[in-house]
T-cell receptor
Framework: SAVISQKPSRDICQRGTSLTIQCQVD?????MFWYRQQPGQSLTLIAT?????????ESGFVIDKFPISRPNLTFSTLTVSNMSPEDSSIYLC?????????????FGPGTRLTVT | QKEVEQNSGPLSVPEGAIASLNCTYS??????FFWYRQYSGKSPELIMS??SNGDKEDGRFTAQLNKASQYVSLLIRDSQPSDSATYLC??????????WGAGTKLIIKP
């Protein structure tokens, strides 16, 4: 498995501003992922971040709104830009680790974002 | 058909009984399946993974995979109130991305 930390754990932001969320893992990993989870909903993948390449965004998510950095194998950031109340959600990073026969994903504790 | 489907519940089970959580999947996802537990306000925690047909046991948890019928189950024996959580089923697709079910809320009644 992997130990993953996220900063901040929660924040309340005004609309129109931006917030950068940091994700730190205790070991080198190739694949990192950013998810969003609305209250009572399942997980929605925002993008996949490989070190040394541009992040790959899922349908409905764009780089201008959610820029991602992946400067090394243990760290990534997700920025939520020009926030609106609809961006209020829990943002989760996860990492992929080799399991017994497949890859397994482990999650950070999440960042609870409220936009007013 | 959604690629990974779960009954959203809630599923209410008396303490000490067996809780049975089910998940069905489509052809598009691969044969790697995962069960995550998510407590309210917390992030998902991987509790079981299964890749081969049959049963896989880990403590009070047993994962069952039936490829012919395209379903995967999670059994929790001797259910405890601390098992009350939402259980998320996930499967890898051909791009090695996790496809998530909606989650089943499990309530263990003392």
């Amino acid at each position: 498995s992997a130990v993953i930390s996220q900063k901040p754990s929660r924040d309340i932001c005004q609309r129109g501003t931006s917030l950068t969320i940091q994700c730190q893992v205790d070991s080198q990993v190739t694949m990192m992922f950013w998810y969003r989870q609305q209250p009572g909903q399942s997980l929605t993948l925002i993008a996949t971040a490989n070190q040394g390449s541009e992040a790959t965004y899922e349908s409905g998510f764009v780089i201008d709104k959610f820029p991602i950095s992946r400067p090394n194998l243990t760290f990534s950031t997700l920025t939520v830009s020009n926030m609106s109340p609809e961006d209020s959600s829990i943002y989760l990073c996860s990492v992929e680790v080799s399991g017994q026969s497949s890859y397994e994903q482990y999650f950070g504790p999440g960042t609870r974002l409220t936009v007013t | 058909q959604k690629e990974v489907e779960q009954n959203s519940g809630p599923l209410s089970v008396p303490e000490g009984a067996i809780a049975s959580l089910n998940c069905t999947y489509s052809d598009r996802v691969s044969q790697s399946f995962f069960w995550y537990r998510q407590y309210s306000g917390k992030s998902p925690e991987l509790i079981m993974s299964i890749y081969s047909n049959g049963d896989k046991e880990d403590g009070r948890f047993t994962a069952q995979l039936n490829k012919a019928s395209q379903y995967v189950s999670l059994l929790i024996r001797d259910s405890q109130p601390s098992d009350s959580a939402t259980y998320l089923c996930a499967a890898l697709d051909s791009n090695y991305q996790l496809i998530w079910g909606a989650g089943t809320k499990l309530i263990i009644k003392p």
